[in-house]
């Protein structure tokens, strides 16, 4: 493990690791003229001296150590091998010892202002940062989720000058640079990410939305060149720059453009409701949504949703999707085509794969 970690630090810090290798040297060798001398000064003077003592002697020397198993007993040997092997030994070891500490220093403010290439796969990126608030909201939500919650996130933007102390100490990492360049995306690892947030770089703005076009489409352009899927959700601004987004084809659009004013409606008319909504969409309490997409074909959904009910554990199946149509509380009648998915609300989603499996199970060979 420790070897491990040495050759990961020599093969980031090639500069670093010639300037301590000459150190190291220069130690190696001072090690063996002043374990020789002390040798020669001494052997007639202590009894079954070795020359493997000596060079024992000389390393805890030159490292302040110090044992007292050997010791210069010579005039020689204390005022011209001992001495210079002490002063020369808290030099180099200061030097080595400064050089590291400054090496993690620099490698930290590297790592805080974003000028670092991510090694990590499998991260979440968010693209912009409108604000501190918002984004650690959305970085609370992903890590309530079992599913995400030890996965590196990576903030990605060109505004900050450098990471906030609140996310550094979270573990988040940050890349500076355009999101809209395809060299800051790929020194973000995108490619090899599990997903992307595109926030409104300016949230209340609607010429922001544009900038947010222009990140999707270069993902979208970056995942076709390469074949490896990524799964982008973007936040809109306006309503009125939907169609121009779904051009970018990104997986996801949310719009926050009339939410609030339609969540304010139904609190007037239902007042409790916002509760209700706030549990179905967070990951932090409750039960969830889950859009399952189905191996079921040719079942009616009524007897999926009654399978759901009699379960031990707590699910209901409240909807399905059929291409572009969202169906919630669907006649009884529906019957599950071929690429439909299922609306789940419940604790796990493993839970509704129990009952997947025992309907093929039921079906005849």
Sequence with gaps: MLFQLLRKFISRHSETSARLGKVALIAGSLNLVFGLGFYLAERN???????????????VTMTTVGYGDFFPQTFIGRFLIAYPCFMLGIGLLGYLLATVTETVLQ???????????IKHTNHILICNFPSLEKVSQIIDELQANPNYASKKIVIVSNDLKEL?????????LFVKGLPTSEETLNRANVTESD????????????????????????????????????KTVV??????????????QTDGIILADGINERMIVQEFIHPG?????????????????????????????????????????????????????????????????????????????????????????????
Excluded: C
Excluded at 45 to 59: C, K, N, P, R, Y
Excluded at 107 to 117: C, D, I, N, P, Y
Excluded at 319 to 342: A, C, F, V, W, Y
């Design 45 to 59: 003077h202590q009894t079954g001296l070795t020359v493997i003592d000596s060079i024992w002697w000389a390393m």
């Design 273 to 365: 409701i916002r509760r209700t909504f706030e549990q179905l969409i967070t990951s932090r309490q409750g039960s969830q949504f889950y859009v399952h997409r189905t191996t079921l074909h040719g079942q009616l959904l009524l007897d999926i949703q009654v399978a759901a009910l009699q379960h031990p554990a707590n699910m209901q199946v409240i909807g399905i999707i059929k291409g572009e149509r969202h169906l919630l509380n669907p006649s009884k009648d529906t019957r599950i085509e071929e690429g439909d998915s299922l609306i789940v609300l419940a604790d796990h989603v493993e839970d509704f794969l129990k009952i997947e499996k025992e309907f093929q199970l039921k079906q005849p060979a």
């Design 164 to 172: 906030p102390a609140q996310l550094t100490k979270r573990g988040i």
């Design 195 to 230: 997903g992307v947030f595109i926030l409104p770089a300016s949230p209340g703005d609607p010429a922001s939305d544009a900038l947010t076009y222009a990140i999707g489409s270069i993902i979208e352009l970056i995942e076709q060149e390469s074949g490896v899927p990524i």
């Design 235 to 248: 936040e809109l601004v306006s309503s009125s720059n939907l169609r121009m987004m779904e051009r970018a």
């Design 107 to 117: 490698r930290v403010s590297l790592k805080r202002k974003g000028a670092m290439t």
